[in-house]
């Protein structure tokens, strides 16, 4: 094999089967392979290091490889200095372009580093340098890319650090001394609790992601009172959660007695259209409340509390309402813009969204997924590293424990 | 075709689908029909009743068509008088026997009419004569068939009621007024409550059949507390609950933590075989209850408010526990023993269980079963008439609602 | 209650269901009703018809209720004529606008019958009037409403068709003389390639809906065989499969090997995004076909055999392709234009598209659902009528099979 | 912390995830542990080991956690000499035994070592004695323990081997060259052929575990054709399976047809329940076949092929059919008898006596489970070594690719 790099990797490598997944990437780009060192630390609770060289029959092969280990958080030991190639079209990447993770990631640049400003997943990084020559790096989606834009390509000059479960995880660890006893569900709803009091004590903002179903498992008063408590500062959600929500406002429709083996309710009631068109004659959402067409719900306690809400559409939608992003690519700009100071993210019920925030967010955000089927906890929550918990249960029912736990006047209905 | 019989149904015939599967197991059993009358009633709420001739080729084929159409409440219009003939063998009907129901059933001899005092699904009638002429007719499984019994055979002389929604679906109606910001979750739980206060009130007996992930959703004190309100009189339940529960109690393993992405954490797990040598060395959980081994738990709060519980045993149990019936025959006569004065049974998170106290439960007792898988939840509740209802949610949420509804001084943890 | 209306439903009443969910409907509409005739028919097959005097609290309420139970074809006895009001607002319908369902419908004006040119659900109904005084009736979606249309208002002068188990089910229908030892599975594909074969033979259009599991169970062979064998005319998709396609055509990453317990492999893999780059550069999934960019897969053999797809995005896209149309509601209009003359729908391993798709197909079209999650299954193929068939299996043996089934020469791999 | 040991383990510790297994088993027994020395070989493939000494508060909670990290196979670096005591009552081990794994072992008695003769999980272990002093040590279940057996107690003169990748995961391997148009269905139907032919010609036996799901996906013709070409010598499975074969071989029911959302078919459907008195009224399944009762079916290709079945009763049967194990730890017994010289074991549909299998089987036996059901696949095939495979499918169309790969003259339906 004619080209050959060492690279070297350092956390908690085995607890999360890193190492393992390192090795099979290795094998999979058909490259080789022998660990020069391996530090296993001596007690329990010290972070393991890798020292490898990796082997591919060519440096175009090597760097490809390089750039995918990267993205496990495998950075070479001579990290060198980063590569750019403008842009020759927009919306296209330059060959070569660096694949980027959601990582905490530095790149350097004549000697100095650069933190890059907003990780993101499957992004290419932009150097972008000020007429004083300050310089900057940022992610740029695919989409995003301009002509002439200097866009980082290969793998030198690139650092990645996944997060030590001390920095993310600990929102996660289970308590010291739960006994016997203890109630596992009870547990969980308190451990997301006190994660997201902390991030609102250090000054974050609380993301959710949510789904219709929070509305049919009848979880609106819980997420009422959390939004009215200060626990919701922004939303992501689709065309469907707002409309349900809506509709169960103006008609009252007891869709979400109709929970269990999920009907296909939506479709073909009359109630969901016209909830919709009534929203559209409004104008938006908020209108439509300071117009007292809409008097209740977790929509009306969002524009009531001054809480962000950014709706993305999907091909099935009806309607859509009006403030609902019908170009997905600029749904994703309008979250983007609100993941900035996110501290915790809840996702509840909801695979699209949950999928599509999860891209967008820092590895550094711990974010919950709480839904009742397992596939989705497991593609959400399942991210490579410890920043995420999945809890699969009853998004109703784990709504109204949340609700108890944080706010102090919450009644069970 | 050749041989025909003119039958009868009463009851919410469109409701429930029930005419519609009348047709088709005409049609799957290569039978013909005519529809003679039909009336629906006119106002809402009224019942319907269905006048029916039904052919086939000949009259052996007639007579299975026949009591293939009694398992959905069909009766014959004239009911004739029923035939009996002698069990020639121990453990096996006579051929041509009657098959029977869950539903209410009576039976004419003589001109006179029996009820059949234990109505069971998948079993034979047996025609009892005490010396003084006194008749009775009970269900008899085939496994308990004793040679010289009379045996129904035919279906002559039989009359099956399928209950109305009014007797049985009371429970699970929604209550008039429930207004557009009821919680689903809220409602159900309080439903099931009622529910359950009404069987006790009227003197009737409680029933609950558990699987281990009660123990695994940290809902232990919840259930404790249930049996010590008064709310569990009987409990149905394998190894595995039984184990779980006081290797918990053992050992304080957290097993319940692993909840979620269910992982096999029985086998392998050296605290459950300790668990069951320890109680096997006891001689029962009665006596580990009293010698001090055992002394928290659902186990321990049965034996200690002396409730009765039937574990039954399945291939794959490790142990078992001395108080396991090994043998599923006579595991299924215990369980017989118990459903007598059951008026209310709660299902949870047991597919195996569930089912097999499904089919010896009578049509009348309403049947509530929790699971977080929807095929359990379709394969319990959809028993072909309005008695049960399934509810897919969370069963550790799911009882501690339950707990906090039903137990007034129940903390939260 | 004051207002009152004769309707009649005619068709297999009880093998649906229907009736019970009519009365559902009028009860949940707070309205009453009264069954004045009930016709089941006499011999089996004969289809039933109902006539039933709904009574609402005033005539708003009742045209509502209408409305609702026009959705099930139920139509007024004296169905009168059709009202409109103009549209005083783009995108939004007239308040008390008529709902449609994908039923037949007919509408009458000034004494005549109109059809409705492309029966959707959840859509308006336009009356368009030629200057030669020629009339048309179309439904229209509301983000499609112009101002000053005239829309069909209340439930006067419509007549919507439930179609019969004759026209739709056929083929799903088992045949005559299945015996006992013929394959359910083998059944199963034979009957989809029977309707196939069918529609084809008389020159409708074969529409497929496909998700990315497509590639990932292995199905890229059996469906290029399927494509090149004429048995697709139309694809609806996402981003996700056709750069799932063009990756494995690209890169041939062993995606497809990793089935099973599904992995999010789909993030974080940089030829993932390396792909949908490739493709951006060349401008058109066409155009990287033309240069030798991509040489085979399911999109390589639609644009070589001149086959249309219409890709519409989600807002999980990375990229995304650029065929894909980042505006789903441009995305819906490109799929209501490849509708028209679809004969036979296929879904495949999608919940999202094919919800979409359903929603926009009339109900003449038989579809098929084949998914290996149930839930999926159930949301699509429980229509409300006969027209859709369920199939939870493995979509890469189904496709397997199908081939093997359809194309003479195709080889087992 | 009052009591240390050094222990060791060899094996790919990392591909396995397995290191962090044993250190997470030390924490939760409460224990500490350094590493002293880790070695993860040099180059590819090589396999690591590690040496570990751990801690704990005193001697018996050292010896309990050294007992749980040997079912990680971690072994003393000083095994030292087996301990026994003898049982002191029937059905019941010594305090303090050795509860075992499923993976070779060997003891330690008198300086020399003993292979285990049946490897199985949570068992005891016996050493037995003869005349002529011969030694031999057997895992025996805990109902199969006499008074006065010598039992293993402790962690010491034991030692444990996980089975390497080489040895048994070979048969899942991907084959090199697979390229990028593989199908992944088609790879792994043709790898478990490989193995099932290796296994034969081995001259090892191959054991089945069938659900009834088998029947009703349809798979009788090809089951049939595998066990008539010599593919299957062992089947275990329980009532349901049996009877539901043998119905569809006596009436034809098209149960079958009825797959998709899987039914509660089973109850309530006479035919089931006839066909179970018919085989108690020939005495057993090989008389109903001799008498030419039985004509056709798995249970009739069994019976005229002279191949094993064991059949072992669970609660919710009905009947049983007269070969039934009733009493479930006997059932146990004939499983083990079985086991013998099993070379591979499929396991189609059904978890209760998959994971029953999977308790008694060595972990030298590679098994492949097939299931739709995603969990059922984790929890049989996930078992902490690689012996397992899990494959995600509908097992209708599986058995039917199979019996197309090992049956030359096997015919699509």
Redesign the interface.
């Known amino acids: 094999m004619g080209a050959s790099e060492t690279v070297e990797v350092t956390g908690h490598?085995?607890?999360?089967?890193i190492?393992?997944r390192i090795?099979d990437d290795?094998?999979?780009y058909g490259g080789?392979?022998?660990?020069d060192t391996?530090?296993?630390?001596?007690?329990?609770h010290d972070p393991s290091s890798?020292r490898i060289t990796v082997r591919a029959d060519d440096d175009p092969s090597l760097q490809?490889l390089l750039?995918?280990l990267q993205?496990r958080g495998v950075n070479q030991l001579d990290p060198g200095e980063a590569m750019t190639a403008p842009a020759d079209?927009a919306?296209?990447?330059p060959d070569g372009?660096y694949?980027t993770?959601n990582l905490e990631t530095r790149v350097r640049v004549d000697g100095s580093w650069y933190d890059v400003e907003n990780p993101e997943?499957?992004c290419g990084l932009v150097l972008l340098e000020a007429a004083d020559g300050g310089r900057r790096v940022r992610t740029v989606?695919?989409?995003d890319v301009e002509a002439g834009m200097r866009i980082v390509v290969g793998a030198s000059g690139i650092q990645v650090s996944v997060p030590s479960p001390e920095s993310v995880g600990d929102a996660f660890a289970?308590a010291p001394g739960?006994?016997?006893?203890?109630?596992?569900?009870?547990?969980l709803v308190r451990q997301v609790a006190d994660g997201m009091r902390q991030a609102r004590d250090a000054g974050k903002r609380l993301l959710w992601v949510a789904g219709p179903g929070v509305v049919?498992?009848?979880?609106?008063?819980?997420f009422v009172a959390l939004v009215r408590a200060g626990f919701v500062d922004s939303l992501f959600a689709?065309n469907a959660l707002a409309t349900h929500d809506i509709e169960?406002?103006l008609?009252?429709?007891?869709l979400?007695?109709d929970?269990?083996?999920?009907?296909?309710v939506e479709?073909?009631h009359?109630h969901?259209?016209?909830a919709?068109?009534t929203i559209?004659?409004s104008g938006s959402i908020a209108k439509a409340v300071e117009d007292g067409v809409v008097t209740?719900g977790i929509m009306h306690a969002l524009v009531t509390e001054k809480k962000r809400f950014v709706l993305?559409?999907?091909?099935?939608?009806?309607?859509?309402l009006p403030d609902v992003y019908?170009?997905?690519?600029?749904?994703?700009r309008a979250?983007r813009a609100e993941v900035a100071d996110v501290g915790y993210c809840l996702m509840m019920a909801t695979q699209?969204?949950s999928?599509?925030t999860?891209?967008i967010l820092p590895a550094t955000v711990p974010l919950v997924c709480v839904d009742?089927?397992?596939?989705t906890?497991?593609?959400?929550a399942?991210?490579?590293s410890n920043q995420g918990r999945?809890?699969?249960?009853?998004v109703?029912?784990?709504l109204?424990?949340l609700a108890?736990e944080l706010v102090p006047d919450y009644q069970?209905?």
Chains 1, 2, 3, 4 share one sequence.
Request: charged residues 20%; aromatic residues 6%.
């Open positions: 490598l085995m607890d999360s089967g190492l393992s090795l290795i094998r999979d080789d392979y022998s660990i391996f530090d296993v630390g001596h007690e329990a890798a490809r750039m995918r993205t079209l919306g296209v990447l372009f694949s993770t997943m499957d989606p695919m989409s289970p739960e006994g016997a006893y203890e109630k596992p569900q009870a547990v049919h498992a009848g979880a609106v008063p819980a689709g169960f406002s008609y009252g429709t007891s979400g007695l929970l269990g083996l999920a009907q296909g479709h073909g009359e969901h259209v016209r919709l068109n559209r004659r209740s993305v559409g999907s091909v099935r939608d009806d309607g859509p019908t170009d997905v690519i600029e749904g994703q979250m699209l969204h999928v599509a999860g891209n009742i089927n397992p596939s906890v497991t593609k959400v399942d991210r490579g999945g809890i699969v249960t009853d109703g029912l784990f109204e424990q108890l069970r209905s």
